[in-house]
């Protein structure tokens, strides 16, 4: 077994920058529906740019590189306890090497391990099988989506879609229902895995396996077929699209699995997984350890065209506004909801323990005019010391909603970049205060992280890299505007269509 741990090292990496071949094939298939020029295909655009760029650079596609799931089946007799300690020692390498962002964050005290280990981290889980061979999965699943995973108790009565009895027709509606609940915020198009029965854990273990499902896989169960097909065909009419942003895809696979329940329990469980959907595999060698297989990597891989990203496009009909910092509120008030705008000089990376802490103390430096990205990035430094970036996409915003418009105020912040917008509070503050939400592409972190020209300081370094107040210069930083000083946000009139969209899937389909 003295190649395993480098088989281990190579799986973690290959699945943390090389998107697995059929999501390739499921989000070019996406592309070809958008209308050009749309704001989906413009974050369809960047989303393959950054798959592209993710390749070359060998650097994560995405900065949340997730909490990381092994999935093992051993023959009998293979020594597991040896196997944990080499993952442990892969995992911990890998983040070093910044293939992987340090997220073992203890639950109590908020103190990051830097390593990526800690009680609960890395999931590791074995089966024994009658094979002679080891056959190793693993998934990267980001936070942001898997704060979108939800488990229905049925018979249930949901926004839109009305009451969902304990049968195929009552789990179809609970599925339609978790699409449109999740809306943009994790990353969408999505994919998701589906659970039936079982408990609240072992529920939600089914949903999660279906994601080691391919996504061109056929379901065995014709009822369960149907209900994948119906899934597939009928989401999209939500119209929620790439990002939150409207358009024709909102799903990009549907996958349902099912056990058995006990009589007084019946749970729909779904796991929501983004577009950056991470899993790899491979067959090991049990004697060497050296990987014999690779799994999820056949058919072609799919070689996206060059086409117009964000930054550059032409033929999009929004206004394209350049924004540098410090902002006037005259500026501010002059964007609307659909402007494009593109960002240079200085922005500062501030997340969840930052809002906390501006709330209860001052700022480390003057933010008046200044704009704030939600963004908790992965970070190199060099033998001098120097701060590299090396993924830097935008988090889910909306977790900020109970300090945003507080924190705008009090400290003069013009605008704030994210992803999934935010509710009525911030809203509310961006008309009162002249500020602005500006939305990036979520998951794009190379392409974000290109954009960055330098790491010019950092505050607040106690919280660890991905929470620390990152002072960042860049260069064509581009967003779209999706809540302004008007009262208008993008996303509440997405969620309020695909609200009455979901309405039309009332009536019974399975009878
Ligand atoms: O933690 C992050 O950087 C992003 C997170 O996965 C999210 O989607 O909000
Ligand atoms: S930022 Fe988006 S793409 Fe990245 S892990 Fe979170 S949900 Fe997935």
Redesign the pocket.
Known sequence: MEKFFQSMYDLIVETSTKLPNDVRRAIAAAKLKENAGTRSALSLATITENIKMADENISP????T?LPTFKLKVPVGANQLYMKKEIKRAIAQATKDGKLRPNSVDSLSGDNSGDNLGDGTPVIKFEQWENDYIDVRLIL?????ENKNIQYSLPCELDGIGKAGRDLDGIRKCIMHSVYQAQG???SAGFIGVGIGGDRTSGYEVAKDQLFRTVDDVNEREELRQLEDYVMKHANELGIGTMGFGGETTLLGCKVGVINRIPASFFVSVAY????YRRLGIKIDSASGAINEWLYKDGETVVFPEDEVAATTETAAPREIILEAPITEEKIRDLKVGDVVRINGMIYTGRDAIHKYLSENEAPIDLNGQVIYHCGPVMLKDEDGNWHVKAA????SIREEPYQGDIMKRFGIRAVIG?GGMGPKTLQALKEHGGVYLNAI??A?QYYADCIKSVEGVDLMQFGIPEAMWHLKVEGFTAVVTMDSHGNSLHADVEQSSLEKLAQFKEPVFK
């Open positions: 596609i995405c900065q949340d997730g699943k980001g936070g942001g989506c915020q994790g990353c997984n983004c577009w950056a996409g935008p988090t889910t992803k979520g998951g972190a």
